[in-house]
């Protein structure tokens, strides 16, 4: 061996050190794994599960499909039903998203931008509605929903995923808002933009990503919504998926195959929306922790 290429390999070592590529510790990994096989696990046996049949569950509970079974998917496809429920936890995920950003934002630039007095209560009155769950209100709220007569109506979950959605809301874009610089609000001022104006112009694009961050949490928080559809829609025609997952499970208890299937089908629109947006949510959180 030449003595160039004994000296090569130990600058090639220093180089590597030099780049910053490091592999983390190995029992990290382990943990990591382990983590992600018990999150992912259960979605797809739930998933694998829709494509058996109920004798193949019964002989192995945790085996594969053999065969592969697309009935009862194809079931709930083409049902009528399923449809129907996927259209009402569309309109009110839509809506409770669109009204939580809306009036978020609204609450958000008034918070950020103007020192008035009580701002800071307003500010921790919205912090603490982070540690007031649903669970507790729901009694009183159901009371106030039915006096309303909201009750087997879409506004009445609407209204309430609305109110739920704001303090997490509020807390991730007071930060974005807040850390748009003085000095461009005063060069638009200067320019004759109005303040809706440079709400419109600057402030929105600006913050974007806290935006569709809170508006991706707010969808996903609507559409897995279960315990105030339960307590407010009696009506069949205006389940949303989680209690048409409930009512299909209760009338067809003993096909777990197509319950296996309609229980997915429920929950891929969910997962897919936050697979494609994972990034937005991740890198709109770091914003708001930097701001």
Not at 7 to 22: E, I, K, L, Q, V
Not at 111 to 124: C, E, P, Q, T
Not at 261 to 268: D, E, G, R
Request: net charge positive.
């Amino acid at each position: 061996m030449s003595q160039a290429t004994l000296t090569a390999r130990p600058g090639g070592r220093r180089a590597r050190r030099r780049s910053g590529a490091t592999w983390g510790s190995p029992v990290t990994y382990l943990i990591a794994t382990v983590l992600i096989a018990v999150c992912i696990a259960p979605v797809l046996y739930i998933i694998v599960g829709g494509f058996r049949t109920n004798s193949q569950i019964t002989v192995d509970p945790s085996g594969w499909p053999d065969p592969w079974v697309i009935s009862n998917y194809t079931q709930v496809l083409t049902s009528a039903q399923f449809w129907q429920q996927f259209g009402n936890s569309t309109i009110s995920a839509v809506s409770t998203t669109l009204g939580a950003v809306a009036l978020a934002l609204m609450a958000s630039f008034v918070i950020a931008r103007y020192d008035f007095k009580g701002r800071n209560a307003m500010y921790s009155l919205f912090a603490a509605g982070l540690m007031f769950p649903l669970t507790v209100a729901i009694t009183p709220l159901y009371l106030l929903i039915k006096n309303l007569g909201l009750t087997d109506n879409l506004l009445g979950i609407i209204l309430p995923q609305i109110a739920f959605a704001l303090p997490t809301t509020v807390i991730i874009l007071v930060p974005f808002l807040a850390a748009i610089p003085k000095e461009l609000e005063e060069a638009a001022a200067i320019d004759g933009a109005s303040r809706l104006g440079f709400f419109f112009r600057m402030v929105l694009p600006l913050s974007l990503p806290g935006v569709i961050t809170t508006g991706i949490l707010a969808f996903i928080g609507a559409w897995n919504g279960y315990m105030l559809p339960l307590f407010i829609l009696n009506k069949s025609s205006l389940y949303t998926l989680p209690l048409g997952v409930q009512a299909f499970s209760s009338e067809h208890s003993v096909d777990t195959a197509a319950v296996l299937a309609f229980t997915s089908l429920s929950m891929i629109p969910a997962l897919l929306f936050f697979s494609i947006f994972e990034r937005r949510i991740v890198g709109g959180l770091t914003g708001a922790v930097k701001g």
